[in-house]
Antibody, heavy 115, light 107 residues
Framework: QVQLKETGPGLVQPTQTLSITCTVS????????MQWVRQTPGKGLEWMGFIRSGGSTEYNSEFKSRLSISRDTSKNQVFLKMNSLKTEDTGVYYCARGLHYFDYWGQGVMVTVSS | DVQMTQSLSYLAASPGESVSISCKASKSISNYLAWYQQKPGEAYKLLIYSGSTLQSGTPSRFSGSGSGTDFTLTIRSLEPEDFGLYYC?????????FGAGTKLELK
């Protein structure tokens, strides 16, 4: 069955870089778009960006300058990297499958940005 | 960006009742709207897409309606497992945007 699971650091210091891995099973990354969505106390659910089945990416301009999404299809993993973290980036980060709407989500990983 | 407004933050109802949750877009989004359910400790679940198409596995007591700017998620004859948070999302244009959510609570 389809499964998605995010893993990440939990706590990140301001100005540092956040790295989260989404490990998937039950489908191929070369057949589906993979999305990143976050939920913060200040802004609620925010779409961050996606990586297409072909490997190209598109980002929300809100994050464009500091966000990078990549993947390793051999390991069934999608990666999110975001630099210059601020306290407002504290929240839950989700990976999800789908082109426009998202039919499977991971359970999310809580990230706290604090010194 | 398209702003999605869910006017009710909370809605209290009892099992067996029917409820409607509204979602309003700041511009016309045709029917490019999805509804999700979130329950504590569980992953988000896609309920409806294209405004009214039930995702596979969504019970038939759920229905979606609307087009343009105004959308409604209706749940007929509430079951205990239906209590949770509901979000709408537009995918008419990027950035995709979500409503703030409506919490359906047990009365």
């Amino acid at each position: 069955q389809v499964q998605l699971k995010e893993t990440g650091p939990g706590l990140v210091q301001p100005t540092q870089t956040l790295s989260i891995t989404c490990t998937v099973s039950g489908f191929s990354l070369t057949s589906y778009y993979m999305q990143w969505v976050r939920q913060t106390p200040g802004k609620g659910l925010e779409w961050m960006g996606f990586i297409r089945s072909g490997g190209s990416t598109e980002y929300n301009s809100e994050f464009k300058s500091r966000l990078s999404i990549s993947r390793d299809t051999s390991k069934n993993q999608v990666f999110l990297k975001m630099n210059s973290l601020k306290t407002e980036d504290t929240g839950v980060y989700y990976c999800a499958r789908g082109l426009h709407y998202f039919d499977y989500w991971g359970q999310g990983v809580m990230v706290t940005v604090s010194s | 960006d398209v702003q999605m407004t869910q006017s009710l933050s909370y809605l209290a109802a009892s099992p067996g009742e029917s409820v409607s949750i509204s979602c309003k877009a700041s511009k016309s989004i045709s029917n490019y709207l999805a509804w999700y359910q979130q329950k504590p400790g569980e992953a988000y679940k896609l309920l409806i897409y294209s405004g009214s198409t039930l995702q596979s596995g969504t019970p038939s007591r759920f229905s979606g309606s609307g087009s343009g700017t105004d959308f409604t998620l209706t749940i007929r004859s509430l079951e205990p497992e239906d209590f949770g948070l509901y979000y709408c999302q537009q995918y008419y244009e990027k950035p995709y945007t979500f409503g703030a959510g409506t919490k359906l609570e047990l009365k």
